[in-house]
């Protein structure tokens, strides 16, 4: 239906094909501005779809502008860059002009920049030390000018000034402990404009130990952590993290850094039996393989005795079985009620994109333990297909022919947009 209701259009009796049915209309050549309703009808169910059909009129090119959406009190400078592109994405020649402003109650402090344009772009390194940044927003605006036509185009930009320079997570860690089973996790400590705090000391606090444990960072900002949990008892056990800062100049305030708290329960079990699933944090990659190692304390069992004990475990994806296999552990007697598995998993397209494992077990007495984990896999396909274009670049109105490559019977989808024109949605 068009905006003024009217039908324009209709198919009956479609058939799919694979599930899918693929219909085409064309709107006339100066169609009616406004709402388009598709409405699918089956049985007694009906779906609608709108789409918008508007005027739109292209620029002749278009600016991008990288200007960061935090800024910390404690920054002397800041990195912006400026671009202006055709849509065929030739480079503008011209140049730039810009404001950027720091709002400290109703007023604000102005800072202009000038500068030509490098092929296409213009990076500046602003000072900002001089300005009075315990202001809680900026703003900047730039505009640039094309040398050849003196058509003129704008772009603005806000962030925030903080004075938290820091902040810090708890990742990875699990919402229970089991008494003997380390206890493992990590902690991320980043600055407030995104970056990675690496090589830093982190002090972690437990509260079942007196003191606190340090931890250091990686590269990434990330520092991994393994407590011992054998005298936690049956209490909730709190975490809390924090970063040390000594301030060299005390003509400035002291800066805020960010903290992280955590809190664990005990995980109960009559017998204080367990499993526990070694978590891999990265995503899974296609058509390899895992090695999963299961930690496991047995209590139940006789200490003195030797007992063969069957240990099931699942792989589940998208609601269905994928896997089902056991193993059998020996526990008691001499291999004492400590150890650990390994268990074997294929990666490929029936677990794609998420996995979940299933491990368990019954004791003799009844009681069932397990644990569970869940894994990212990356997206695997059984018909791989692939796509690319004759050339990379051509001028325009020439040929170009669009190569597609799949397994036969395959149905494959097509979407084909025009880069060089833009519409409000992109």
């Not at 709002?103 to 213009?122: M, P, R, T, W, Y």
Request: a neutral charge.
């Amino acid at each position: 239906m068009d905006p003024q209701k009217d039908s324009i259009g209709q198919w009956k009796d479609v058939e799919a094909r694979q599930g899918i049915a693929d219909l085409s209309f064309e709107l006339m050549p100066e169609p009616i501005e406004g709402s388009y309703i598709i409405e699918v009808k089956k049985f007694r169910r009906t779906l609608r779809h709108e789409f918008t059909v508007e005027r739109h009129f292209l620029p002749q090119y278009e600016i991008t502008l990288e200007f960061p959406e935090i800024i910390t009190f404690l920054q002397e400078k800041i990195q912006v860059k400026v671009c202006a592109r055709y849509i065929n994405g030739y480079p503008v020649s011209g140049f730039v002009n810009g404001k950027i402003m720091f709002k400290i109650n109703d007023l604000f402090e102005h800072f202009l920049v000038a500068g030509n344009l490098s092929n296409g772009c213009s990076k500046m390194e602003i000072l900002i030390q001089p300005f009075n940044l315990y202001s809680r927003k900026c703003a900047a605006f730039f505009e640039i000018t094309d040398a050849g036509t003196g058509n003129l185009l704008e772009k603005s930009a806000e962030c925030k000034i903080v004075k938290k320079i820091t902040k810090m997570a708890f990742e990875d860690v699990e919402q229970y402990y089991k008494t003997g089973i380390p206890y493992r996790g990590q902690i991320r400590m980043q600055y407030s404009t995104g970056g990675p705090v690496s090589n830093v000391t982190i002090y972690l606090f437990n509260s079942m130990v007196p003191g606190a444990e340090k931890v250091i960072t990686d590269e990434n900002g990330i520092a991994s952590f393994s407590l011992d949990t054998s005298s936690w008892g049956s209490e909730s056990v709190s975490l809390s993290a924090m970063y040390q800062f000594n301030n060299k100049d005390l003509w400035r305030p002291l800066p805020i850094h960010g903290k992280a708290r955590h809190t664990a329960k005990l995980f109960y079990s009559r017998s204080n039996s367990y499993f526990s699933i070694s978590k891999h944090r990265q995503e899974l990659v296609c058509d390899s393989e895992l090695d999963v190692n299961v930690d496991y304390i047995i209590k139940a069992l006789s200490a003195q005795e030797k007992h063969d004990l069957d240990v099931f475990y699942l792989v589940m994806s998208r609601g269905l079985i994928v896997t089902l296999k056991k193993k059998t552990i020996s526990v008691g007697g001499s291999e004492g009620t400590k150890g650990h598995l390994r268990l074997s998993l294929l990666i490929n397209a029936d677990i794609s994109p998420v996995a979940r494992l299933l491990v368990f077990t019954v004791l003799p007495d009844g009681e069932t333990i397990g644990d569970s984990a869940k894994f990212q896999v990356s997206k695997c396909f059984r018909n791989k297909v692939s796509l690319h274009f004759s050339v990379a670049e051509d001028l325009p109105k020439s040929h170009v022919s669009l190569d597609v490559h799949a397994a036969p019977d395959s149905l494959c989808g097509l979407r084909v947009v025009d880069r060089s024109v833009p519409t409000p949605q992109t």
